[in-house]
């Protein structure tokens, strides 16, 4: 298990982090809207980005913003503040594919097309990277080497619940080595009886009252003796985003319950914990002791890497092709 960081007087600092993606990208909006319609919708992702940098400022947080290479492209100067403000800068992706629904190749030049996208504009190394809708599970641990093959050093892609849209239960609960030089860091859960429960945000923050976020928040810290992992999309915080129309009852509640309620919400989580990048809470660069799960091939030889220009050149255009070209952004 991977050391937590503790502040003075013992208090642990937890990870927050950001899904940087718009209200229109959800995975479980894929059905009703396809890519190639995405810049036909109206971006909020931008607004709502600066509103969530404003709440971390005032209350002297630091976050790690998970982004879209889609959404980098078309707000660079959004994803620039967010350096700026100390915050960590990580990959979600370029397209919002999720990785089990991808062939090997296909993940390999998704997310090594968002890290140069997000590293060109921010000028810092990105070495995180989630997948979406935590899309990394038991059929497709390929996706770590693929991780490894574009030079990320950590991952925060399993989540270790059953979920009808994601999930891999049996993984381990707190950071671990997925492989040699890859850190996997799982978005937070609790144990009760048999069974993982979510306690690090996403739609479970907005369906249960606050107090549940939070005493499962200091569970993990008091009892686990671990630092969790939280995080949320800026579509949360928006409650005048448009409405899409055909959704089915599931969808619509799953997205729209108490959007009113998610910016009150992070507020006082913001007040009750102490918060920072993951690359701060977590033993990213440092020896980490951690146990290897499980015990399955290494990453490749660093002689079998490709030159990650030529892999740009060869890979940026199949990927870009999914979409409309992208509108003129200031």
Not at 129 to 145: E, K, T
Not at 159 to 183: I, K, S, T
Request: with cysteine; glycine share 6%; net charge negative.
């Amino acid at each position: 298990m991977a050391r937590h960081q503790r502040q003075p007087g013992g208090v642990t600092m937890n990870a927050l982090s950001i899904d940087v993606e718009d209200y229109f990208q959800v995975s479980a909006f894929a059905p009703f809207i396809p890519r190639a319609d995405w810049d036909t919708h109206e971006c909020r992702v931008e607004r709502n980005v600066e509103r969530i940098l404003e709440l971390l400022e005032t209350s002297g947080a630091r976050a790690t913003f998970f982004t879209l290479g889609w959404i980098a492209e078309r707000y660079p100067q959004m994803v620039r503040r967010i350096v700026d403000g100390g915050h960590e800068l990580a990959s979600h992706g370029f397209g919002h594919h999720r990785a089990h629904d991808q062939a090997e190749d296909a993940f390999f030049a998704d997310i090594d097309l968002a890290k140069l996208v997000l590293e060109d504009i921010a000028g810092v190394e990105v070495r995180g990277y989630r997948a979406p809708s935590f899309s990394i599970n038991g059929d497709n641990p390929w996706a770590f080497d693929c991780l490894c093959r574009a030079g990320y050093k950590y991952s925060s892609s399993v989540y270790p619940v059953r979920h009808d849209h994601y999930g891999m239960p049996d993984a381990p609960r707190f950071a671990h080595l997925v492989r040699p030089e890859l850190l996997e860091i799982p978005v937070s859960t609790v144990r009760f009886g048999e069974r993982n429960w979510p306690a690090g945000g996403g739609g479970f923050f907005r369906l249960l009252p606050y107090a549940v976020t939070r005493q499962l928040l200091r569970r993990i810290n008091d009892t686990d003796r671990q630092a969790a992992i939280f995080y949320f999309h800026p579509w949360e915080l928006d409650v005048e985003q448009p409405r899409i129309s055909g959704l089915d009852g599931k969808t619509r509640f799953r997205h729209y319950l108490n959007l009113h309620r998610t910016e009150r919400r992070l507020q006082q989580l913001l007040a009750d914990f102490v918060w920072g990048r993951v690359d701060e809470v977590f033993p990213i660069d440092g020896e980490p002791v951690v146990e290897q799960w499980p015990p399955l091939a290494s990453a490749p030889d660093a002689g079998a890497l490709l030159d990650r220009s030529e892999i740009l050149a060869a890979d940026a255009e199949p990927v870009r092709a999914a979409f409309s070209a992208p509108r003129a952004r200031r």
